[in-house]
């Protein structure tokens, strides 16, 4: 079958003839995959910018790890699956020998694999995961859409690390994919929310197209007008969703005292921020990065109750074979959600 693989570091990825997944053993299943996402994460491991040296311990490896599709085959003791079942794949896995994990404390592993990172991903025909790891899904939805959990799986963890709450001022830095699912999760909670973004049309279009109408495009007009936008003076929430490292002082700089920012955007070198301007106006900076099984729940649910609000977020579906054109277009911000379709 054919795979897109990363086998070196440096610029590009390969779409090789690879063997098929082994057999599942207990425990675990092969998905064949129906859609898979193009991720921000991705598109840096295609461009080897910076971050994802831990990579190189697995290559060749298939990436992709934003995918969903339908149960081929299990394995021994899988009881709550069966053939032919849509599922959404949660891409980490957990080691299940440490002290969290034999405890049942999962999402405190210390050495988790994420599929489409250090073992093999979704942007093939099928692929090999635990049973553990899938969550079924009604059999009438939209695969594509499915396969946005894991990016609204991170803006969730966001929202919740962030105390969003109804009436809360939050301005979201970055209009991709995890920038959109945080502004409609944090509109969910009744937050009035603006979305900024440079040079980005598109996914700026693509935000107005879910319901958010307070967009600021940062080549146009500069990061102080989203004030404006929201009719205050400094904002209660920062979402930084960009890793653009120059967007966290920014960011900070529109916070009002006690305010909270998150950052959720992966940085490929180290951050400055002023400190003692931070100490002086309380501010907290947290960070989140995957979401717990929990989140993950809650996130099948809402894609599962609101999957007709989401479908302006995925703007192309691709065959395999265009997976190099398909990533060109994700750095150069061409549309919102690339799906690539095994």
Known sequence: ?????????AFGLELRD?????????GEVIVDVVAAGICGSDVHIYDWSGGYDFLKQAFPV???????GRIAS??????????????????SVECGVCSFCTAGRLDECRDRRGIGMLRDGGFARS?????????ALPGDLDLGIAALCEPLSIGLSAVKAAEVKYGDKVLVMGPGTIGQGIALLAKARGADVVVAGYDDKGRLDGVRALGIDKTLDLKERPLSDAKQL??????????????????????????RPSGVMVICGIHGAPVSFDAAKLVRNRHQIRGTY???????????DFVVEHHAALVPMVTHRLPLADALEGFEMARHKIGSKILLMP
């Open 74 to 91: 299990m394995g021994d003791g899988v009881a709550d699956l069966q053939a032919g079942q849509p599922v959404v794949v949660i891409p």
């Open 127 to 135: 692929v090999r995961v635990p049973a553990i790891n899938c969550l």
């Open 62 to 68: 298939t990436i992709g790890h934003e995918f969903a």
């Open 230 to 255: 929201s009719g205050v003076d400094e904002f209660d929430i920062v979402i930084e969703a960009t890793g653009v490292p120059s967007t966290v002082q920014a960011g900070l700089d529109l916070l």
């Open 1 to 9: 079958m054919q795979a897109l693989q990363k086998t070196a570091a």
């Open 18 to 26: 690879v063997a098929p997944p082994l057999a599942p053993a207990a």
């Open 290 to 300: 995957r979401a717990s099984r929990v989140t993950w729940t809650e996130v099948r």
